[in-house]
C-alpha cells in the first residue's frame, strides 16, 4: 500500500451529501451523494467522485530542523450558505479553507478573444458583440480561501468550527488556539498546558471540540484520560476549567499500561449537546455533561487485548488513535477496531454488533454478517482468534451521516460506504 | 516483631501472585517487565510525550553544511551515505539529502 494512499480522516458535510476524506499524500477527495434518479433507482444514495485536490505539500522548517508531513490531520465543513461549499483541512502545522464551487456554464463570444483564447488584434474588431453563456460540462473547483499559518509550535491534532460559524478552534499536543474565519494573521490562545519546565510535562491535549450550540462552551481532552470542559466567557485564557471530567481509578488494579490505555484519542458532543463521549484504548464513554464524577455508560470495543497489551506496546499499536461518532438521534455510536473490523453500540436497545470492511467477506449490496471473536479456548465456525487478528488492518477513522443510517468507513486506503437496506 | 514482618511480605506477595493471575494487565506488565527491565525506570510518562512532540525532527544544520561547502571550495561534498538515515556524525548533509518528500502529483486513486 503506497503511504500517501492512507485516509487519515473521514467527514460528511452538515446535510450529508458531501462526504470527504484526507489522505496521508495531503490530498483530499469529496464524493457527492447521487440524487434520486427514477430510471437508475439503484444508484439512489451512492457516493460518487465530486472533487479532488491537493490541500497541503510537505515542508521543511530549516531553523527547526522539522520536517513537516503534508498528511491532512482533520477536516471539518463550514455549514453551507451559498452555492460554493466551504471546508477547513489541517496538516500539523497549517490549516487552510478550501472552497469549493461548482462551474456549469462558460460565456462565449468575447470580443477581445477569439474562441480559443488568442488576443484578438483591437483594429481588426469592426463590430461589438454581447457575449452569451452556454452551458458546459459540469466543473468543480477548489481553491484556498485562507491559509491560517505559524500559530502552532507542536502538531495540530483537532480544529472544531463553533456554531457562531464566524470563530472555529485549532488544538495541538499543548496549546489551543481561536481564529476568526476571516482573519489569518491573528489567533488568541485561550488554553495553554506548557509546563515553564519542559522536562515536567506529564499530560498533552489530545483532542479539542466546540460545543455544538454554546458558542462559548468547548471541551478538550487529554493523555491522561481526563475531559476539561471549558466556557470561554469566564476569562480569555481558558487555563482554569469550568468542568473536569475524570472516571475515578482502582488504584490496585493500576498497572504500567493504565495510564496509556487511558489516554484519550478522541471526545465528540452528542448533536442533542447534553453528552459527550470519548474513546480510550479499549473502550469508548458516554458522559452526561452535568455529571464529572463518572461516564454515564461504558462500551468495551475490544477488551480481549487486555490480555495482549504487552506486544501491542512493543509493536506500537497500542498508542493507536480510534476516533468514534455518533448517528444524528444520538441513538448510537461507532467507532474502529483491527482486522478492519468496527464495532456499532445502540444505546437504547443496549446491543452492539462487530462488522468488518472487506472486499474479500463481502459483496457490494449484500447485508454485512455481524463478526466476533473469540478470546476462549473453543473456536467456532466463523469465529476470529484473538492471534489472528490482523493488527495492521486498523479502522482509525469513520463517520456517520448526520441524517440517515449512512457510515462511511476507513480501511487504511480502501474507503467503504455502507447504508441500511432500502426496499 | 520481627515474626510480623515476613508474614506481610507473603501477603503481599501472596496478593501479587493473585493480581498476576486475576488481571491480564497485571500479567502482561510482568512480561513487559521481564523483556525489558529498564523500562519505566525513568519519570517514563514525560519521556514517552516530550518524544511525540518532537516528531518530524531531521538533522540537518544550516551551519555546517555552509561551512563544509565553503572549506571544500571547488570540490565535492561527500556524497549521501546509500543509506539515506545516516544524516548525522562526519557526514555533511546537503538539503538534497534529506528525504524530501515529493508531492503527491498523483491523484488519489480513491478519485480514479
Known amino acids: 500500500v503506497a503511504e500517501a494512499d492512507i485516509i487519515s480522516t473521514v467527514e460528511f458535510n452538515y446535510s450529508g451529501d458531501l462526504l470527504a476524506t484526507g489522505d496521508k499524500g495531503g490530498r483530499v477527495v469529496i464524493f457527492q451523494r447521487e440524487q434520486e434518479n427514477k430510471s437508475r433507482p439503484h444508484s439512489r444514495g451512492e457516493y460518487n467522485v465530486y472533487s479532488t485536490f491537493q490541500s497541503h505539500e510537505p515542508e521543511f522548517d530549516y531553523l527547526k530542523s522539522l520536517e513537516i508531513e503534508e498528511k491532512i490531520n482533520k477536516i471539518r465543513w463550514l455549514p453551507q450558505q451559498n452555492a460554493a461549499h466551504f471546508l477547513l483541512s489541517t496538516n500539523d502545522k497549517t490549516i487552510k479553507l478550501w472552497k469549493i464551487s461548482e462551474r456549469d456554464k462558460r460565456a462565449e463570444g468575447y470580443n477581445l478573444k477569439d474562441e480559443d483564447g488568442r488576443l484578438r488584434d483591437p483594429f481588426r474588431i469592426t463590430a461589438l458583440r454581447v457575449p452569451i453563456l452556454k452551458p458546459m460540462d459540469l466543473m468543480v473547483e477548489a481553491s484556498p480561501r485562507r491559509i491560517f499559518a505559524n500559530a502552532h509550535t507542536y502538531h495540530i491534532n483537532s480544529i472544531s468550527v463553533n456554531s457562531d460559524h464566524e470563530t472555529y478552534l485549532s488544538a495541538d499536543d499543548l496549546r489551543i488556539n481561536l481564529w476568526h474565519l476571516e482573519i489569518t494573521d491573528r489567533s488568541f490562545n485561550i488554553v495553554d498546558m506548557k509546563p515553564a519546565n519542559m522536562e515536567e510535562l506529564a499530560e498533552v491535549i489530545t483532542a479539542a471540540e466546540f460545543h455544538p450550540h454554546q458558542c462559548n462552551v468547548l471541551v478538550y481532552s487529554s493523555s491522561k484520560g481526563t475531559v476539561r470542559l471549558c466556557d470561554m466567557r469566564s476569562s480569555a485564557l481558558c487555563d482554569r476549567h469550568s468542568k473536569f471530567f475524570e472516571e475515578p481509578e482502582d488504584p490496585s488494579s493500576r498497572s504500567f499500561f493504565s495510564e496509556i490505555i487511558s489516554s484519550i484519542s478522541d471526545v465528540k458532543f452528542s448533536h442533542s449537546g447534553r453528552y459527550m463521549m470519548t474513546r480510550d484504548y479499549l473502550s469508548v464513554k458516554v458522559w452526561d455533561l452535568n455529571m464529572e464524577s463518572r461516564p454515564v455508560e461504558t462500551h468495551q470495543v475490544h477488551e480481549y487485548l487486555r490480555s495482549k497489551l504487552c506486544s501491542l506496546y512493543e509493536n506500537d499499536c497500542i498508542f493507536d488513535k480510534f476516533e468514534c461518532c455518533w448517528n444524528g438521534s444520538d441513538s448510537a455510536i461507532m467507532t474502529g477496531s483491527y482486522n478492519n473490523f468496527f464495532r456499532m453500540f445502540d444505546r437504547n436497545a443496549r446491543r452492539d454488533v462487530t462488522l468488518e470492511a472487506s472486499r474479500e467477506n463481502s459483496k457490494p449490496r449484500a447485508s454485512l454478517k455481524p463478526r466476533k471473536v473469540c478470546t476462549g479456548g473453543k473456536r467456532k465456525k466463523d469465529e476470529i482468534s484473538v492471534d489472528s487478528l490482523d493488527f495492521n488492518k486498523k479502522i482509525l477513522h469513520t463517520a456517520w451521516h448526520p441524517l440517515e443510517n449512512i457510515i462511511a468507513v476507513a480501511a487504511t486506503n480502501n474507503l467503504y460506504i455502507f447504508q441500511d437496506k432500502v426496499n | ?112
Open chain 2, 1 to 112: 516483631m520481627s515474626a510480623e514482618v515476613p508474614e506481610a511480605a507473603s501477603a503481599e506477595e501472596q496478593k501479587e501472585m493473585e493480581d498476576k493471575v486475576t488481571s491480564p494487565e497485571k500479567a502482561e506488565e510482568a512480561k513487559l517487565k521481564a523483556r525489558y527491565p529498564h523500562l519505566g525506570q525513568k519519570p517514563g510518562g514525560s519521556d514517552f510525550l516530550r518524544k511525540r512532540l518532537q516528531k518530524g525532527q531531521k538533522y540537518f544544520d544550516s551551519g555546517d553544511y555552509n561551512m563544509a561547502k565553503a572549506k571544500m571550495k571547488n570540490k565535492q561534498l561527500p556524497a549521501a551515505a546509500p543509506d539515506k538515515t545516516e544524516v548525522t556524525g562526519d557526514h555533511i548533509p546537503t538539503p538534497q539529502d534529506l528525504p524530501q518528500r515529493k508531492p503527491s502529483l498523483v491523484t488519489s486513486k480513491l478519485a480514479g
